[in-house]
Nanobody
Framework: QVQLVESGGGLVQAGGSLRLSCAAS??????MAWFRQSPGREREFVAA????????YYADSVKGRFTASRDNAKNTVYLQMRGLQPEDTAVYYC?????????????????WGQGTQVTVSS
């Protein structure tokens, strides 16, 4: 059975950093991604990384501040977040898929974690 378990969320002041982790069990996925959703807004793409880790994709809003990485030996993907701002406050979700084209759309990911809350205070 496939499971994705996120951890690492919390409360941080503006300008601070957090590292999210997503541990996958059951299978090794080709593409793993992070999405986020805040109240009243659609779930939005944040970052994605391919199996080998040599391709990463970022939303413009996080480019230069967030870094996705993965450790296939641990079947875990990470999201290092720096320079956090109040607008980054959201529930962050890990998503995974075995195949696909564009990494940007939530509908292309069949597997999801339960989410972890990130709150950035001003």
């Amino acid at each position: 059975q496939v499971q994705l378990v996120e951890s690492g969320g919390g409360l941080v002041q503006a300008g601070g950093s957090l590292r999210l982790s997503c541990a996958a069990s059951g299978r090794t996925f080709n593409t793993m991604a992070w999405f986020r959703q805040s109240p009243g807004r659609e779930r939005e793409f944040v970052a994605a990384i391919n199996w080998s880790g040599d391709r990463t994709y970022y939303a413009d809003s996080v480019k230069g501040r967030f870094t996705a990485s993965r450790d296939n030996a641990k079947n875990t993907v990470y999201l290092q977040m720096r320079g956090l701002q109040p607008e980054d406050t959201a529930v962050y979700y890990c998503a995974a898929r075995f195949s696909g084209t564009s990494p940007y759309y939530a509908s292309d990911y069949p597997y999801w974690g339960q989410g972890t809350q990130v709150t950035v205070s001003s």
